[in-house]
Structures are given as structure tokens and as C-alpha cells.
């Protein structure tokens, strides 16, 4: 018989940077979940992708016990990387503050397969290019 699931928690949290500090002690701290067991699985499994921003989907049961799945990085942080930037323009569409090649974004777009949704490849690189677009990033050939 199944475990009977408790709750469902969402995080984004740094590679291999997991710690019981806000916002991942209170988070999990309010469902009962041993958060020094979570760091260390979190660490051991991300210790190989250091300061990446790796969404986290943590599935509380009844007993208190949890099992978590990783997602790829946002697309937003892949686009960052890529076009050398700190952070995102302030005023999209007004101030283009990067560029991004249409191979770049294919290439971001072919990692997020997985996590998208949708089966077109076509569809996916339209949905980097969206987020490249108010992000301030300019598309180029």
C-alpha cells in the first residue's frame, strides 16, 4: 500500500549549499521533516553542480518521512549565465542590457526539455526566447 502524502513543498535551492537556514529549515520544520537529513541527500546528490540554482519538489508523507526530485536549473539563471549578466533589466523592453545567440537558447532550451510542457522542440526554444525577451536579452543570429 502507498504512503499517504502529507504535503508537498517547492524550493530552489544552490547545489550542494543546502543548509537548515531560512527558507529551507522553516519550510520543512513545519512539516516534521528532519531537515538535516534532507541536507545531506540534497548536498550528496547536488555536490557536483556547486552555486547552480536547482529547483527542488519534496513530497512530505504522513510518518514524516520524504522522498525529493530534482529539476533543471530556471531557465532565467541559464539565460544569465550565457549572456555573462549579474542580473535581469529592470525595465524589459525598453533597455536591451544583453544578447543571446539563437544557439545558446536552442541549447538551453534542449535541457529544460524534461521540465517543459511540451514534446516540440519549436515550442520550447519560443518559451526561451519569451523569457529571454523580459529579461532585457536580445536575440541575435
Given at each position: 500500500m502507498a504512503k499517504e502524502i502529507s504535503a508537498k513543498i517547492k524550493l530552489q535551492i544552490s547545489g550542494g549549499q543546502a543548509n537548515p537556514a531560512p527558507p529551507i529549515g522553516p519550510a520543512l520544520g513545519q512539516h516534521g521533516v528532519n531537515i538535516m537529513e534532507f541536507c545531506k541527500q540534497f548536498n550528496e546528490k547536488t555536490k557536483a553542480r556547486p552555486g547552480e540554482v536547482l529547483p527542488v519538489?519534496?513530497?512530505?508523507?504522513?510518518?514524516?518521512?520524504?522522498?525529493?526530485?530534482?529539476?533543471?536549473?530556471?531557465?532565467?539563471?541559464?539565460?544569465?549565465?550565457?549572456?555573462?549578466?549579474?542580473?535581469?533589466?529592470?525595465?524589459?523592453?525598453?533597455?536591451?542590457?544583453?544578447?543571446?545567440?539563437?544557439?545558446?537558447?536552442?541549447?538551453?532550451?534542449?535541457?529544460?526539455?524534461?521540465?517543459?510542457?511540451?514534446?516540440?522542440?519549436?515550442?520550447?526554444?519560443?518559451?526561451?526566447?519569451?523569457?529571454?525577451?523580459?529579461m532585457g536579452l536580445e536575440i541575435v543570429a
Open positions: 519538489v519534496l513530497t512530505v508523507y504522513k510518518d514524516k518521512s520524504f522522498t525529493f526530485i530534482l529539476k533543471t536549473p530556471p531557465v532565467a539563471s541559464a539565460l544569465k549565465k550565457a549572456a555573462g549578466l549579474a542580473k535581469a533589466s529592470g525595465e524589459a523592453g525598453r533597455h536591451v542590457i544583453g544578447k543571446v545567440t539563437r544557439q545558446q537558447v536552442l541549447e538551453i532550451a534542449r535541457g529544460k526539455m524534461e521540465d517543459l510542457n511540451t514534446l516540440k522542440i519549436e515550442s520550447a526554444v519560443r518559451m526561451v526566447e519569451g523569457s529571454a525577451r523580459s
